[in-house]
C-alpha cells in the first residue's frame, strides 16, 4: 500500500517545516507498506494514545504540549485497492445493501459505470488507513465526480468542504500561494478562507457515517483517531452532473491536466447502452457526440488526402481509454501508434503530427467504424425527437434533477 508520512497537526492549522508560520502547502513523504504492518502500525498507536488518556486525564492539548504533539510524524495508508471480487467477496456484498444510488455497480444509477473499464478508487473501492492526524489535502473529485466515503471506525474523521461556486476563489488562493489548485497539495488556511467570504462546512464523521460530496464540493478530511474509511467515485445520470464533468473535462485541458475519467469514451457508451429521455441530458451528450463524429470524420478525410492508410484495430472490452502520451488529451477511435523502447504508445493527431516532421514510423488505427458511430449517435437523436411529448418512467431523482428511463 502507499504511504504518506506527514507530521502530526490540528486541523485548524498548517504550519511550514519550521513551525514558523502557517501555510497552506501540506507537505507529504511517499513510502510504501504492507497492508498488515500497517495495521500493527495502527493498533501501537491506538495503544500510546489510551496509555496517554490514562496518565492524563485533564488532557487539553491545544498549547504548548499540543505544540511538541504536532511535530510527530506519522503514517497515512491510502489508496489500498479493493476491486479483486474474489479477495474481497465479503466486504463487497455488504456495499450491495446500500441505496442503489451510492453503489460502486448500479448502470441505471452511476454514469461511472459506462466508462467501459476499470478506474481504480473511481468505480471500484479503496481502503484508507488512518491514525490520528492523517490528512487528505483539498480537492475537488475527479473530472467533478460525487464521491461516497464510509468511516468504518474505530475512530473519526474531521470534514471541512466548500460549495462548488466558491471553487474558483480557492483556486486564486492557491495560485497565491503558488500551488495548483488541480494537482497540487494544499491544506487551507480557515481565517483567509474567512476573510475572502468563502463559507466552510465543518462536521465530523463518526464509525458507520456515510459522507456524500456533490459534485465540484472542494473539500480535505483529517483522522482524529484512529479508524479506517472505504471510498469510491459515483456519478448521478444527471443533466447537471454530465454537465459539470464535461466542463472540468475541458478545463484539464486548457490546464494540460489528464482527464481521469475519458468523457468522450463514456458519452459514446452512456449513448449506446441508455436510452435516456431527460431532454437537457440528451442534448448535451448529442452536442459531444456530433463533434466527436465530426472530428473522427475530418481526421479519416485529411488522412486519406495524404495518402495514410488506416489499419483497422478494433477495441476490446475492458480495454482502457487511451490518452496521448505527449498532451495526455484523450485519443477516441483513430489512435496514432509508434513503438518506443519495444512498447507501442499512443499520440493524438496533433503530436503525431509533430513527430511525422522528425520522420519517426507512425500508424493509425481505428477502433471504431464510421457506420456503427453514426448508427449510435442517430439511436440517440430519433427517441428523443419522437417521445418529446410522451410521458416518461421516472426511477432516480436526486439534486433537484430528473434521471428517466423507457
Known amino acids: 500500500m502507499e504511504i504518506r508520512e506527514q507530521v502530526l497537526q490540528a486541523p485548524d492549522e498548517n504550519w511550514d517545516p519550521t513551525f514558523r508560520k502557517q501555510v497552506w502547502r501540506c507537505e507529504s513523504e511517499r513510502s510504501e507498506m504492507r497492508i498488515h504492518q500497517y495495521a500493527e502500525y495502527q493498533t501501537s498507536v491506538l495503544k500510546e494514545l489510551q496509555e496517554e488518556a490514562h496518565l492524563n486525564d485533564c488532557g487539553d492539548e491545544n498549547t504548548a504540549s499540543g505544540r511538541k504533539r504536532r511535530k510527530k510524524q506519522l503514517k497515512f495508508g491510502t489508496n489500498v485497492d479493493l476491486s479483486d471480487k474474489a479477495r474481497w467477496h465479503v466486504q463487497l456484498t455488504e456495499i450491495e445493501k446500500l441505496p442503489k444510488f451510492i453503489q460502486v455497480a448500479c448502470p441505471e444509477a452511476n454514469l461511472l459505470n459506462y466508462v467501459g473499464h476499470t478506474i481504480l478508487g473511481m468505480n471500484t473501492v479503496q481502503l484508507y488507513m488512518k491514525v490520528p492526524g492523517c490528512r487528505t489535502p483539498g480537492h475537488q473529485e475527479n473530472n467533478n465526480f460525487c464521491s461516497v466515503n464510509i468511516n468504518i471506525g474505530p475512530g473519526s474523521c474531521e470534514w471541512f468542504a466548500v460549495h462548488n461556486q466558491y471553487w474558483g476563489a480557492i483556486h486564486t488562493l492557491c495560485e497565491k500561494h503558488k500551488l495548483s489548485f488541480l494537482v497540487g497539495s494544499w491544506w487551507p488556511i480557515l481565517e483567509e478562507l474567512e476573510r475572502h467570504k468563502i463559507p466552510v ?66 458519452s459514446w457508451n452512456l449513448a449506446r447502452r441508455v436510452r435516456c429521455m431527460d431532454h437537457s441530458l440528451v442534448t448535451q451528450l448529442k ?12 481526421l479519416l478525410s485529411s488522412l486519406k488526402k495524404a495518402n495514410i492508410p488506416v489499419v483497422w484495430h478494433g477495441r476490446v472490452k475492458g480495454e482502457s481509454s487511451p490518452c496521448c502520451a505527449n498532451c495526455l488529451d484523450e485519443v477516441f477511435n483513430i489512435l496514432f501508434v509508434t513503438s518506443q523502447n519495444n512498447q507501442y504508445v499512443v499520440f493524438c493527431n496533433t503530436c503525431a503530427g509533430s513527430l511525422r516532421k522528425k520522420h519517426t514510423p507512425i500508424s493509425a488505427l481505428q477502433q471504431y467504424s464510421m457506420e456503427e458511430l453514426e448508427e449510435t449517435l442517430q439511436q440517440l437523436i430519433r427517441p428523443a425527437v419522437q417521445d418529446e411529448h410522451k410521458p416518461s418512467n421516472i426511477i432516480i431523482r436526486q439534486d433537484g434533477h430528473k434521471s428517466i428511463f423507457q
Not at 472542494?218 to 483517531?225: G, L, M, P, R
Not at 452536442?287 to 475530418?298: I, M, T
Open 287 to 298: 452536442d459531444v457526440l456530433e463533434s466527436s463524429f465530426n472530428h473522427c470524420q475530418a
Open 201 to 266: 462546512y465543518r462536521f465530523t464523521q463518526c464509525k458507520g457515517d456515510v459522507v456524500w460530496i456533490n459534485p465540484g464540493t472542494v473539500h480535505w478530511v483529517q483522522a482524529i483517531s484512529v479508524c479506517n474509511n472505504i471510498a469510491w467515485n459515483s456519478g448521478p445520470i444527471t443533466a447537471h452532473q454530465f454537465r459539470m464533468a464535461w466542463e472540468r473535462y475541458l478545463w484539464n485541458k486548457i490546464q494540460n491536466v489528464r482527464s481521469i475519467v475519458p468523457m468522450v469514451h463514456l
